[in-house]
C-alpha cells in the first residue's frame, strides 16, 4: 500500500540558513500534519491543513510556514535555522479531516550545524 | 491543556512473558485514542484508533482498551521483534486536528 513520502530524508544545514521539506500524501488523503521530534522526545505538532487551508495551529515557530497545494502535498519552509531546530520532521496525512487516523511519513532528518 | 501521560517509561521483558504499557490522558472531549509502535529514526506505525469507554481492539500479540480516563497496549507472549517505543496519542473533539503525543513507554524484548 502506498504510504507518506517524504523528501529530503536527511538535511544538513548551517545557522541563519533555509530549508524546505517536502510531504506527499497517501493518495486520497485530504489532511497533512506536521510534527517535529527532538532526540529523546515525543512528536510535537506544528500546524496541519484540510482541503488546502490551514486547519490547525500549534507550537510552530514563526520563522516557520507551511503550505498544502492543489495536489494535496504540502511544504514545510523553514527559515533563519538555529541549533534547536535539529530534529525529525514528520508529516503525516489522514482522511476527512482528521476524522480518522494519522499516518506517517519516514520523516526528514534536518541538522542545523 | 490536554495532558498524555505514558508509564512505565521503560520496560524490559523476556520472550513470552507477557505485560501491559498505560496511558492515562485528560483531554476535553476524547475524540479518539491512538496507539503507534516506533523504532529508532522511522515514523511512528499505526497500531489501533479507539473511540468510546468499553472498546477494545486486538492484532497479533497486540490488545488494546480504553476506559474513560485510560488505555491500556497488553502485550501477549511477546517476541524480540515487538522491542520499540510505543506512544499513546489522543485527539480532542472540536476543530482542533492535532494528536498530543505521551512520551512513550520503551518496550525491549529479550530473548
Known amino acids: 500500500a502506498a504510504g507518506v513520502i517524504q523528501s529530503p530524508r536527511h538535511l544538513i544545514k548551517e545557522k541563519r540558513e533555509t530549508a524546505t521539506l517536502k510531504c506527499y500524501p497517501i493518495?486520497?488523503?485530504?489532511?497533512v500534519y506536521w510534527y517535529q521530534q527532538g532526540p529523546g522526545q515525543d512528536p510535537q505538532f506544528l500546524i496541519s491543513?484540510?482541503?488546502?487551508?490551514?486547519?490547525d495551529k500549534g507550537s510552530i515557530p514563526d520563522r516557520f510556514s507551511a503550505q498544502q497545494f492543489s495536489d494535496y502535498h504540502s511544504e514545510l519552509n523553514m527559515s533563519s535555522l538555529e541549533l534547536g531546530d535539529s530534529a525529525l520532521y514528520f508529516c503525516?496525512?489522514?482522511?476527512?479531516?482528521?476524522?480518522?487516523?494519522?499516518?506517517f511519513g519516514p520523516g526528514t532528518r534536518l541538522t542545523v550545524t | 491543556e490536554d495532558q498524555v501521560t505514558q508509564s512505565p517509561e521503560a520496560l524490559r521483558l523476556q520472550e513470552g512473558e507477557s505485560s501491559s504499557l498505560n496511558c492515562s490522558y485528560t483531554?476535553?472531549?476524547?475524540?479518539?485514542l491512538f496507539w503507534y509502535r516506533q523504532d529508532p529514526g522511522k515514523g511512528p506505525e499505526f497500531l489501533f484508533t479507539?473511540?468510546?469507554a468499553g472498546e477494545e481492539k486486538e492484532k497479533e500479540r497486540l490488545k488494546a482498551t480504553l476506559t474513560k480516563k485510560e488505555s491500556f497496549l497488553h502485550i501477549t507472549a511477546p517476541k524480540p521483534e515487538d522491542s520499540a517505543t510505543y506512544l499513546c496519542?489522543?485527539?480532542?473533539?472540536?476543530?482542533?486536528?492535532?494528536?498530543?503525543f505521551g512520551k512513550g513507554t520503551l518496550l525491549t524484548v529479550n530473548p
Open positions: 479507539l473511540y468510546s
Open positions: 491543513f484540510y482541503e488546502k487551508m490551514q486547519s
Open positions: 493518495p486520497r488523503h485530504d489532511t
Open positions: 483531554v476535553s472531549g476524547l475524540r479518539g
Open positions: 503525516a496525512s489522514s482522511l476527512q479531516g482528521g476524522a480518522y487516523e494519522q499516518y
Open positions: 496519542a489522543a485527539r480532542r473533539g472540536g476543530s482542533n486536528y492535532k494528536l498530543t
